[in-house]
């Protein structure tokens, strides 16, 4: 099977020291892949330099066997909410609108499709009656679940969240997890950053571990294992099995 997602030795560096060391992978197409590790692990930084948002030292991505540049329109990406400015005043809709902009010509305005295509993602997401609201009036959960429009608004085949459910109200986490587990059917893959280990192995089909080195990526049932992820977390929380499945206890 060709892969969605491969990387081969990518590792980045700022101002000489070492975020990412020589990470390879190669995911295959409709999965739901979470991207777990402690703070600092270069969760966000693997993100962004997959997608050219920093300079790699050395690596290669591809996606669907091409090289990343080629397929940029293919890929939407949710960047973790406090990167967000939420004081600029901009109409919910408008936000999601923007999310179709990557595949007009730039002489082009936003049409009747790609409006229809902006309310039926936030229908999808549940915000359609919130869409002549302020984004800086809804709530961190609301906001998110614009976000999430706006990538599906542009359509793409991957997806790449950075902590979606960090900081957000359960109802919107479930609507958000449902909605991911939906698109995966559809064919979609799709990359979580995550690092509430609680909800792990109820969320994705694979994992990644991530401490500035590669610790394991693969099916959940053999990755999700209290030695590797001991190994990630540097030996400061512990994965327990009991009768109704895995606990995980901080140290
Ligand atoms: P995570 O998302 O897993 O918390 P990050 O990718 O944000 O981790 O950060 C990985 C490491 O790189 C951290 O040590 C962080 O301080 C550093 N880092 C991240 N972004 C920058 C940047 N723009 N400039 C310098 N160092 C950075
Ligand atoms: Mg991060």
């Known amino acids: 099977m060709t892969s969605a997602v ?10 000489g020291h070492t975020a990412l060391e020589n990470i390879s992978f190669d995911a295959s197409p409709q999965q ?8 600092g692990a270069g969760k966000s930084t ?10 790699k030292n050395h690596g290669e991505v591809t996606v669907f066997g ?6 940029r329109k ?6 973790q909410r406090s990167m967000i ?13 923007m999310g179709s902009y990557p595949h007009l010509k730039w002489w082009k305005r936003p049409g009747k499709n790609e409006r229809k295509q902006a309310l039926d993602s936030l229908t999808q997401v549940g915000m359609i009656d919130y869409r002549k609201r302020q984004i800086g009036e809804l709530s961190g959960g609301q906001q998110q679940r614009v976000f999430l429009a706006r990538a599906l608004a542009q359509g793409g085949d991957i997806l790449f969240l950075d902590e979606p459910f960090a900081g957000i109200d359960i109802s919107s986490e479930n609507i958000i997890i449902e909605l ?24 994705f089909d694979s994992l990644m571990l991530l401490n500035k080195t590669l610790i394991g990526f693969g099916e959940k049932e053999k990755v999700f294992q209290p030695e590797l992820v001991s190994r990630a977390y540097n ?5 327990l099995s009991d009768k109704d499945g895995k606990v995980v206890v901080t140290g």
Not at 66 to 71: A, E, R, T
Not at 183 to 200: A, C, P, Q
């Open 32 to 39: 739901l892949v979470g991207i777990i590790g402690p703070n």
């Open 66 to 71: 091409k090289s990343i540049s080629k397929v």
């Open 46 to 55: 693997l993100i962004k330099a997959m997608l050219g948002m920093v300079r």
């Open 235 to 239: 030996g400061n929380i512990a994965l």
């Open 180 to 203: 991911l587990g939906k698109l995966r059917d559809e064919g979609k893959t799709i990359f979580v950053v995550h690092h509430d280990l609680s909800k792990v192995d109820k969320y």
């Open 85 to 97: 400015d939420f004081d600029f005043p901009v109409l919910v809709e408008d936000v999601v609108l």
């Open 74 to 79: 293919q890929i939407a990406y949710v960047p």
């Open 6 to 15: 491969q990387v081969k030795n990518l590792s980045v560096t700022y101002h």
